[in-house]
Every structure is written in structure tokens, then in C-alpha cells.
């Protein structure tokens, strides 16, 4: 009898983790190896509460099941934030999990999903090695962030970068019309690395050199060398943009954000966002216009705005994970290996989880600009492919046409 | 001898101002009547600072000029805040720029623009009339607000209120993931009307029934309701997503976004925006995982997310505005009238300038539900059509390909 397999997706959302999903459909599918494939609803814990829901049933059902779930945003099959107890200390959770597996036939488990599932993937190895199991487990990597080691890039981080990356042309579009001096801050996501707030450094072209100024986690911010860099930013050009990371850090380790906390009406401590804060210091000291945007959750959601190149990527993750799992790969991550830049070519290979799990990569300092306050060639030349090609994204009534998530019923009154 | 024509661009961007200066040079281009269209740099400004550039050579110099000035965001002439004194006090004024007008034998100036550009607009008309001058003086609506009197809705809302209905629709899918409560609230432009606030009502569909709560300028907002608002919707559902009007005022007029100013640590008076005010809100009196989300400028330079409809309206407006000078029309501002919802048809007609400067259009109290914090059907049917359809960009480099604002060499280093 062919066995099953259940995927599950798990973190924060972003526009290409569908993809590596529609992915694993299609190969399953098409598969000779594999029967069904489960979906687990809100990641891992629909393997706890037995909440599976069966996707060849819902491919066959719903028109352009696989295209339509390539280019929708957000996690089909819901998320959670859930990190496994230590299996020293509580096996009860595994036990319970493994029986899940029996009872549903499992040969293979995949997990999409960034750091804290890359965790699960560890320990479910692990224990699976412990009782003999022959259940391949294999993690799919996805996160805005790209801070995923051990491969070249992760899925999610090439969509990120697109919008990013427009949302700045635009936004320089919209600073060009007036002859007066401005000053606009661009906050983009990215706690503990720069790579999503580097991107923005694609939109400069031809005819646009913003954005003008650069600040990234992994460089500890200095105040007065920020009012000095944008003093003599407006000593050259009259509208002067900045990209800065949510993340960025003073010599101490403190979050800028947190050092301009205000009070409200209620006496609550408000924490600024980091792009008002730096609004507030040039304020203090320079006499410009100035605004902050905070670019949101739009960076990680926004799928009409999609890279072609990592939705694709994304979704041969999908079909390569079924693939390595035939194979007998287990305990490991699927990567990505670039083989070269110009033309663009990657290969899928794997790498054993536990290099990877809790582990995150921060931009090499040397693609940095000495000063700190913009990138080298180096790191545009590594994120220009990523960002290449548009999906075909269907609209009706003027709108995006997505999936919506599996076990939507439960939100909506419809 | 052919005479020539002015245009220019006034006020704040949106995404269709381009469309209808495209418009007004493939009109002038194709004329029997006119010879050269001159762009007036930032406003009307360019007249009185003889800064004038001629656009049928820039037509011909630039590869698909009229295709990709149509699809740009923001204004190619660049845009200026310029209120023209009153011409009973300063007659100087005028005869500069009518002297401008006669030495480059100027038969028409169109500005394309908002409130501000129609009053420039009926101010040179009445001073044209009164020294006899033949120069025909027309206004070409735009404005992301859709509070213009006299016309349907204006250039530049459809685009807007797309990008407002996708993004709600894309944020949705983002919460949907996690099956723990929470709100998101989303911020909107428009000071004194709830018209793009309006729109976000537009995103949803078989199964997105967000927004949940909508707030207007048009409705006095009051905090005790609201609370209880978004109680009764969480007890209907896990996530709940507000759309609310930067706009919004209490009973006495007052601005909601004022009324949490807090001090930061400079001892700054700060006005928070009107997003974060109703999350502070909901944080002092409901246990919930809440957050704001502010548009920002994107809604209106988003122009990858246009509207063709609105595109094509606007571009429309720019080639009767050359056909109605050429039959003689002056002191009119140009007006889209809708002929008919379902097939969506419109005419353009003209009106007396008169009747359009300086008013301001709200939304209809009837189009708001009764309880003022959701839209009627007749307004959504309204609105429905204005956000249809997808204009072709052209994407290079994985980014959209828009037109360079014409002087923009001042403001960059390339």
C-alpha cells in the first residue's frame, strides 16, 4: 500500500510559502511513491488535534487548485507559533505524533516554515530516530528575512525584496514632484538582519538614486553620524529618501525604537516605531520636511507584486522535497545553491538540520559599505536575480483573485 | 499660424495625473488645430518662471512616450502649492503670465488638479475675460479623494481605491493564519471625506468579509461605541479589521488623531496618527492582540496597481480637454458623468468653473449604513466599477517601468 504524507506550514506569512505547498501537491500527486497528501491545519497542531485536511480531494475539487495556490499569499493551511517541549523531558507529545502518523499512513512529514519549524523538524528527527522510525522528515525553508543558513537564500525573501524595492521607486516617484527639501524615512521588516532593508537599494535606475542613505542591524547606529549623513545628503539633492531596518541597534545593543518611548494620554509607555524615531531626531536638528512610512505587512503579503523567479524556486522546493523523501532523506532542510549569477542558476540540494535549527545569518560585514550607510556591489549582485520576473496573477472585479485559507469558515460570517 | 498650448500638473500625486497629460500631448500631436503642447514645471509656477519644456519633443525623443507617461505615478512636470493672489490687489501677477501666454503664442492652458488648481483655474479665467483675452483656460480634475463637486468622481480615486481594496484584501489573508484573536486596524487618506475609506469595502468577497468596522469623517466619531463595535465583532469572529478615515472627528469637531498627542523624549508634542490612536484605544479596554497599519503614500503612487479604468477616463479627459478648447470652451472644468452602472458608461461634459472651486464633496449620509460605521449597497455599486480592469506595465529588472519626473536632474546625482 503507498503511504501518505502530511505538510504543514508554520510562522510568520509570506507571498511564496503556498508555492512550495503547491509544490508538494503536484508531486504527490503525480507521484508513484505517495497516495494522499494531508494538509495539517495551524502547522503543527493539526497533527496534535487531528485536524488534517485532504488535499488531493481539495486539488481535484477547486479549479486551478495548484496555480491559484502558487500566487496566494499568506499560509493555505493556517500557521501557529508553537515550539515542541524537550523530548528528555515530556515524550508524551511524540508518542502522540507518531501514533498520528501511523494512523494516517505518513511516510513523509514536511514542514514549511522559518527557524522556530526548522526546531520542530530537529527534534521530530531526532525522536523519530529514537524509535526507529522510517518517517522521512524534511524542512522547507521560507522567511522574509533571509536568515536561514546554510542555503543561499530563502523562499519568501525574493517577493519581500520586490515590493520593497518598488514600494521605494514609488515612493521616490512621489517625493520628486515639489522643489522644496524633504527628508522621507522607509521602515522595513527585519529584526536581526539587514537583508530585507539592503533590497531597497534595487530601485535605484537610471534616473533614481534613492535610496540615498541605508541602516541595517548589523551595524550599530550612531545618531550624529545620522544627522551628519543626512546633512550632507541635503547638501546635494533636494529630496533625500533613507531605508531603515525595524532592527537597527545602538553601540549598546538597545533598539533605537525603544529610546523615544512617549507617553500617551492614558500614561501608557508607547514604543515609536523606528522610522518615527529617526523622524523625530532629524526633526530635533535639521529644518525639513520630514515623514516616516512604515512599509508593514504589506512587505510580506502583498502577492500581486510577486517574484516570478521565487515563487518558482518555492515551488520546486515543494516537488523536490517529495522527490529527496522518496529518496530516503530524512532530518534535513532542502537548500538552495546558487551555481551562478549571470545567467541566474540555482540547484536544490539538502543539508542536515542540525546546522540550521535556532542558527540565523546576518549580512557578511564586507557587504556592507565601510561607512555603514549603504550596500557594495557585491550584495547587489546577489539580489538582483531574486527579484526577477512577474507571476501571471489573475483579478476579477478589479481584485487579486487568491485562495482563501482551508479553515476560513471559522473567521467569517459568510 | 498653429497656436500652441500650456499644460500642468498641481497639488498632491496620484496615480492617473500622468494619463491625462498623455492625453493632452497624443491630442495635440494628432491636431489640426494646435501645433506645440509646452509643460509648465512644477505648476503653474513654470509659466511665471518661464520654465517650460517642450513636450511634442520629448514625444518624439523617448521610446513609447504616451504609453509609459501614462502609467506613471506622480506628476512628469512635477507639482507645486501655489495659490494665485487675488487679481484685485495684484494685477502684476496676471499680466506676467498672460504676457507669458502671448510670447508663446498660447491658444489654451489646461491644469490638471485638485481644489487648489480649479481655484487658479476660475482666477485666470475671470482675469482673462476681463482684459478681453481669448486664451481658453480649462481645469482637469484629479485628486485621490473624490471630493470634487460637479463631476461623477474624479481621476486618480479608481487607482486609489483599488490599491486600498487590494491591500485590505491582502492584509486579511495575513491574519487569517493564527486561530488567536486579534484586530488590525487600517489607516486611509482623506481629510475630509470617507470616500477611499470607503472603498476598502470593496475587497471583500465569497470569503473575505472584511472590513469589519468603517469610520468616516463624514460620522462623528465616538470612542464608547466604537469599543462596543469591535467587541460584538470579536465575538463574531477571530479577526477583525477596521478601516478607518485619517479623518475622523468627534461631536465637537475635534480630530481623533489629536487626542492621544503625546511628548516623546525631547518633550515634542507628537500627534499620533488616527490608526495608532484607535489601537491605544482598544489596548486600554480589550484583552486582544491589536495593531495599526497606515497606507501611507502608496495609495497614491502605487501606480503597478493602477486602475485602466481609471487610467483610461483619465487619458480621455486630456483629449477633449485640446477638442473642447478648440471649440471654444473656457472657464469649464472637465466632468466625468455617469451615463449608466451595469454596463459601466460614462460621458465628459464641462462645468462652470464657478461651481467647482473650493467646495468640497462628502459622502451622502444615505451611502453610509445607518449605525455610521459601514457603507450601503448603493455605494458599493458605485463604487465597484471604478476600480476594474489592469493597465499593461512593463516590468524591467523585476521593477515597473515608469517615466523619470522631466526635470528631475536636480535632484540627483546620475
Redesign the interface.
Known sequence: MKKNVIAAQSGG?TVAINASLAGIVDAVIKSEAYDTVYGSV?GI?GIINDNLINLNEQAAKIPNFIDTLKT????YL????YKLPDYEEDTASYDHIFNQFEKYNIGAFFYIGGNDSMDTVLKLSQYGKRIGSDIRIIGIPKTIDNDLCMTDHTPGYGSAA?YV???I???A??T????IQSVTIVEIMGRDAGWLTAASA??R?????APHLIYFPEVAFDQEQFIQDVKEQLS????VIIAVSEGIRDKNGNYISA????????G?S?L?GTGKSLE?MI??SIHVKVRS??L???Q??????A?LTDLNESFSLGTHAVRYAKQGYTKCMLTLNRISNNPYSISIDTADIENIANEAKAIPREWIHEAGNDITPALHEYM?PL????PSVS?K????V?L??TH?D?????
Chains 1, 2 share one sequence.
Open positions: 506569512p495551524y497542531l496566494s499569499p499568506a499560509m493556517g500557521s501557529c507559533r520586490k524595492a518598488s514600494s521607486l514609488e515612493i516617484h512621489d520628486f514632484i515639489y522643489s534595487l530601485a535606475n537610471s534616473y533614481n538614486s546635494k539633492r533636494n529630496n529610546s523615544t518611548a512617549a507617553n500617551d494620554q492614558f501608557h508607547q515609536s523625530y526633526r530635533d512610512i512604515e508593514n505587512v504589506l510580506r503579503c502583498a502577492a500581486h507584486l517574484s538582483a527579484i526577477a520576473g512577474e483579478y472585479d478589479g481584485l487579486p487568491y482563501p485559507v476560513l471559522r473567521d467569517s460570517e459568510n
